[in-house]
T-cell receptor
């Protein structure tokens, strides 16, 4: 158990809908990273937050957004969902620097 | 553009054998090289990591070999066990900044009993 929690574990929704994925980092970790994992693209970095502020952006679509709250939990919002958004979404937290601890992930299925 | 190339894509090993997974990178700004192990339905878990100032790091049955001049690093799993069957990802992380890792595509390892 990494200490990072993610909810929900599974999410099934329809195209065009909007969903919110939640992540609680390890106690004391200020950085939260979001990743998308699909069979054809592997693990792709989406976005990073550090102590409430956006720190870095990767291959995140404009339909996706995220935020980190004062209690350091983070939410990833996915809107206007398409079939191709079906994937595993992971968050990871880090105390500082390079070591990241991954959560168990949310499996999103868009029908 | 894939900055970290991982091979093989899949690997089948007999119990007790040695599993070897290789990664190559291009960006010389990478400064930290972790390996992650992922079981089905689980998130990646940090297995072992190395910095370029050493050529080898060993933790139990897992060893990373690092060749800075060739910009290559590899994971060796000695005495492979069926419980090692998982997907393994290498990653490379640049120094400073946001420490955003670039991951290899992953290697699916199956260890037969």
């Amino acid at each position: 158990d990494s200490g990072v929690t993610q909810t929900p574990k599974h999410l099934i929704t329809a195209t065009g809908q909007r969903v919110t994925l939640r992540c609680s980092p390890r106690s004391g970790d200020l950085s939260v990273y979001w990743y998308q994992q699909s069979l054809d693209q592997g693990l792709q970095f989406l976005i990073q937050y550090y102590n409430g502020e956006e720190r870095a952006k990767g291959n995140i679509l404009e339909r996706f957004s995220a935020q980190q709250f004062p209690d350091l939990h983070s939410e990833l919002n996915l809107s206007s969902l398409e079939l191709g958004d079906s994937a595993l979404y992971f968050c990871a937290s880090s105390p500082q620097g390079d070591t990241q601890y991954f959560g168990p992930g949310t499996r999103l299925t868009v029908l | 553009q894939q900055q970290v190339k991982q091979s093989p894509q899949s690997l089948i090993v007999q119990k007790g054998g040695i599993s070897i997974i290789n990664c190559a990178y291009e960006n010389t700004a990478f400064d930290y090289f972790p390996w992650y192990q992922q079981f089905p339905g689980k998130g990646p878990a940090l297995l072992i990591a190395i910095r370029p100032d050493v050529s080898e790091k060993k933790e139990g049955r897992f060893t990373i070999s690092f060749n800075k001049s060739a910009k290559q690093f590899s994971l060796h799993i000695m005495d492979s066990q069926p419980g090692d069957s998982a997907t393994y990802f290498c990653a490379a992380i640049p120094s400073g900044g946001s420490y955003i890792p670039t991951f290899g595509r992953g290697t699916s390892l199956i260890v037969h009993p």
